[in-house]
């Protein structure tokens, strides 16, 4: 430890540009992870913004604030700005902080490219943010872009096409990078299987992103060509067949719910060791099951489209196939719990938001165990049990398991203790919120409720009134999560190396805050294998 | 990780980052390689090509079942309303499975310009899509129309005697699609 203090010692005198260029031009991992958190961080609360017009408008029956184009317009927008502009870059941000750190590496692997892949999202998504403004208003077909309908939205339509392409070439070149880098970079005595699971699940994920991004493209160029050069991929006038793009787009879709949730196993796996100051239970097959997530998550698409029609057989595979899926989960949430039993466990904001995490995300993997059940299906396709469901997993499941690990790495990152009284608040406030917000949503949906509509019939009256309150305290509460990180940045308590006594991982091997090249020489071999006791 | 030199590494990396571009590119073409693949997984699995009911299929005589009848149920749908009328004449017809039937459609013509239109069929059940012969139709070729022009366009069919037991009732199903450009790519 004072070893590598004082090999760091030097690094305050580094070479790095200052002012707009030591971003411009950033190619340092720390640097460029910033940017992807502060990125993502902005379209959070854009995308929360429109969340927040949605349910504005469905607080009470009736059209009251915004004309129903509108509307679906903040429908698609939200759900493409949440996904790829705010899980997404949250979780590429996170894994360049980490990852380099994690397993012994002065750095990225492909610096340069990660400049370039963090630099492509502001283009992409002012070109999506750009359709606001345009003839048509922005996309409002649902971000599935199913055709015909995709292919009748206005000016939008070609902006939205190239918006994802940007957004997949950044999230490619992003993966790949994370991929040259856990498998070439480690430091000298670390395996595979010593490194944390945050690598893992990152590792596994990158794969999945580079196997289905490039299908996303291939979809949305179909559609391009479709609308502008007359092919008919996917238009039955032609020839084509509109269905073809659902099973495209859900070969795309179901790994890519995946690439949300992933990480949230690595930074949950992380965190619930280091807070019942226990080893994580059954390392090995933490790993295991996540690959069997990864896999299966290619063999499971179908399910999103049980109501198109498909013969019986295929009903029965991919309903089975999608059950399947339950068993690694289970596996992993059994670890979790037993990591913690009979540990001395105490309830930090990290931990708070990994518990919660824990307990929500299984809730939200329940609902979709009824959404596997193809008779039961057909009754909750695309009603608002469908959107309370997928809501579970993305905002108690991803959303918080990103917030859990920016409050546990923060002091590492910063130097600096976070104000723990505000960011208990800050998770109180979100957790009641975020399931007075999608709890009801399950009613709602029960009752047959569709989703994506402006208006609904008056028995929806009551439910959809608690959901709207329970989004404007989650939405607002989030602002607290702003002021915490700045204050603690700004002016919280100078931190120790290893502020929370149970980590273990060369993250911690590390001064704080740490230095800006991680480790120029890599950790002695001790070091490594005192850090691996997951 | 064994320590390697750094021009190694650079080697290395430079390597495994050409093999994921491959990877990537790869699953690029898949992508577009789902199209067709999706069409030899319906062949194979029996479910049938969608496209196979635009063409004419060649029946061999048989002996029709003159103790069964089958109900075919006839729909006309148009993608958009206003510029077309569109419809069978009749709802629908009993028929015996092996014995040649005709029935007509009629299109008006209501764009105001003279178009081309093509018809798309579907057969539902699924499962009677195969068992279901069409051996002149009016959606095997584009159909050009005059300004205003009304005209009755046959179609001729046989249910194949081999349609499974548990099927009595057969709906076929045309989507009437004003697109010129489009039916030239179709050709």
Known sequence: ?534 | MAAVSEDTRERRNRRLTHQLLGMAVGAFAFGFALIPLYDVLCEVTGVGNPKDLLKASTVTVETPDENRLVTVEFIAELPTVGSWTFKPVVAEMKVHPGRLYEIDYVAHNLTGRDTVAQAVPTVSPGKATAFFRKTECFCFVPQNFARDETRTMPVRFVVDPALPKTLDRITLSYTFYDNSTRVAALN
């Open chain 1, 1 to 534: 430890m004072a070893n590598s203090t004082t090999a760091h010692a030097h690094d305050d005198h580094d070479h790095k540009p200052h002012g707009i260029k030591r971003w411009l031009y950033a190619t340092n991992h720390k640097d460029i992870g910033t940017m992807y958190l502060v990125f993502a961080c902005a379209m959070f609360f854009m995308g929360g913004a429109m969340a927040l017009v949605i349910r504005a408008e469905l607080f009470q029956p009736g059209l009251q604030f915004v004309d129903p184009g509108f509307f679906n317009s903040m429908t698609t927008m939200h759900a493409l700005l949440m996904i790829f502009g705010a899980v997404m870059p949250a979780w590429t941000g996170l894994a360049n902080w980490m990852v380099p750190m994690q397993v012994g590496a002065p750095d990225m692997a492909l610096p340069r490219l990660n400049n370039f892949s963090f630099w492509l999202l502001p283009f992409a998504f002012t070109l999506l943010l750009l359709t606001l403004f345009v003839p048509g208003g922005a996309p409002a077909g649902g971000w599935t872009l199913y055709p015909p309908l995709s292919l009748q939205a206005g000016d939008s339509f070609p902006l939205t096409i190239f918006a994802i392409h940007l957004m997949g070439i950044s999230s490619i070149l992003g993966a790949i990078n994370v991929v040259v880098t856990i498998l070439n970079m480690r430091a000298p005595g670390m395996g595979l299987l010593n490194m944390p699971l945050f690598c893992w699940t990152w590792l596994i994920t990158a794969y999945l992103l580079i196997a289905v991004m490039p299908v996303l493209a291939g979809a949305v160029t179909m559609l391009l060509t479709d609308h502008f050069f007359g092919t008919s991929f996917f238009t039955a006038s032609g020839g084509g067949d509109p269905v073809m793009f659902q099973h495209i787009f859900w070969f795309f879709g179901h790994p890519e719910v995946y690439i949300l949730i992933l990480p949230a196993f690595g930074v949950v796996s992380e965190i619930i060791p280091t807070f019942a100051r226990k080893p994580l239970f059954g390392y090995e097959s933490m790993v295991y099951a996540t690959a069997s997530i990864a896999f299966l998550s290619f063999i499971v698409w179908a399910h999103h489209m049980f109501t198109v029609g498909m013969p019986l057989a295929g009903q029965l595979f991919f309903m089975l196939s999608t059950m399947l899926i339950a068993v690694p989960t289970g596996v992993k949430v059994f670890n979790w719990c037993a990591t913690m039993w009979k540990g001395s466990i105490s309830f930090e904001t990290p931990m708070l938001f990994a518990l919660a995490f824990l307990f929500l995300f299984t809730l939200g993997g329940f609902s979709g165990l009824m959404l596997a059940i193809v008779p039961a299906d057909f009754q909750y396709h695309d009603s608002y049990f469908v959107v309370a469901h997928f809501h579970y997993v993305l905002v108690p499941g991803a959303v918080f398991a990103i917030m859990a690990g920016v409050y546990y790495w923060l002091p590492k990152w910063s130097g600096r203790m976070y104000n723990e009284k505000v960011g208990k608040l800050h998770f109180w406030l979100s957790t009641i919120g975020v399931n007075v917000l999608f709890f009801p949503q399950h009613f709602l949906g029960l009752a047959g409720m569709p989703r994506r509509i402006p208006d609904y019939s008056t028995q929806f009256a009551d439910w959809n009134m608690v959901s709207s309150i329970g989004a404007f305290i989650f939405g607002f509460s989030q602002l607290l999560f702003v002021y915490v990180v700045w204050n603690a940045v700004r002016s919280g308590e100078k931190a120790p190396a290893r502020p929370w006594e149970g980590a273990h991982g060369l993250e911690w091997e590390l001064p704080t805050p740490a230095p800006y090249h991680s480790w120029d020489t890599p950790p002695p071999r001790n070091v490594i294998t005192q850090g691996a006791m997951h």
